[in-house]
T-cell receptor, first 112, second 115 residues
Framework: DQQVKQNSPSLSVQEGRISILNCDYTNSMFDYFLWYKKYPAEGPTFLISISSIKDKNEDGRFTVFLNKSAKHLSLHIVPSQPGDSAVYFCAASIQGAQKLVFGQGTRLTINP | NAGVTQTPKFRILKIGQSMTLQCTQDMNHNYMYWYRQDPGMGLKLIYYSVGAGITDKGEVPNGYNVSRSTTEDFPLRLELAAPSQTSVYFC??????????????FGDGTRLSIL
């Protein structure tokens, strides 16, 4: 029972263009969502989050969009840079409960 | 600026052996977590702790035990290693949830192979 799904295992984007990573969830109790970035041989690092009371949150080049009715969120990276090449994990939780449910991850490759 | 430190980084065990994965954090976080990540999969929660002396099961606790005697340390024990426990193990820590949930800070992982 995969409650959080990232259906694209990999994504390749040209440097300078927009990268869009997608995530779907099935549990309507989830109301807090996070994106983590992971380089090889390192632990995940927190990137950006969004609460269900918002539909957009922006931090520099990173924007997360939440569509509650579709149970879908996306991460936009503009412009994409070579250092953005990593695996990106979407995670969901319930406010007040710190336990995270992770998606399978999407490997993003930024080509020069 | 150590953050979350996990030891060892790599380990090979034989079936039936036991071992303890160590995790320590220096950020004075109350909450600590253990996850495992299998190839091509997301991280799955094994156990978590909301403070010293308090632990609870996550999604995949079978075959593991934890203890939390101090704020800083949260060791994970495998009693009878099985091939299904071959995985990368991540420890994380965070502050308690406030107005919003708090991001978790992860260590660099322990890669464990059971042969």
């Amino acid at each position: 029972d995969q409650q959080v799904k990232q259906n694209s295992p990999s994504l390749s984007v040209q440097e300078g263009r927009i990268s869009i990573l997608n995530c779907d969830y099935t549990n309507s109790m989830f109301d807090y969502f996070l994106w983590y970035k992971k380089y090889p041989a390192e632990g995940p690092t927190f990137l950006i989050s969004i609460s269900s009371i918002k539909d957009k949150n922006e931090d520099g080049r990173f924007t997360v969009f939440l569509n509650k009715s579709a149970k879908h969120l996306s991460l936009h990276i503009v412009p994409s840079q070579p250092g953005d090449s990593a695996v990106y994990f979407c995670a969901a939780s319930i406010q007040g409960a710190q336990k995270l449910v992770f998606g399978q991850g999407t490997r993003l490759t930024i080509n020069p | 600026n150590a953050g979350v430190t996990q030891t060892p980084k790599f380990r090979i065990l034989k079936i039936g052996q036991s071992m303890t994965l160590q995790c320590t954090q220096d950020m004075n976080h109350n909450y600590m977590y253990w996850y495992r990540q299998d190839p091509g999969m997301g991280l799955k929660l094994i156990y978590y702790s909301v403070g010293a002396g308090i632990t609870d099961k996550g999604e995949v606790p079978n075959g593991y035990n934890v203890s939390r005697s101090t704020t800083e340390d949260f060791p994970l024990r495998l009693e009878l290693a099985a091939p299904s426990q071959t995985s990368v193990y991540f420890c994380a820590s965070s502050y308690p949830p406030g107005v919003s949930n708090q991001p978790q800070h992860f260590g660099d992982g322990t890669r464990l192979s059971i042969l």
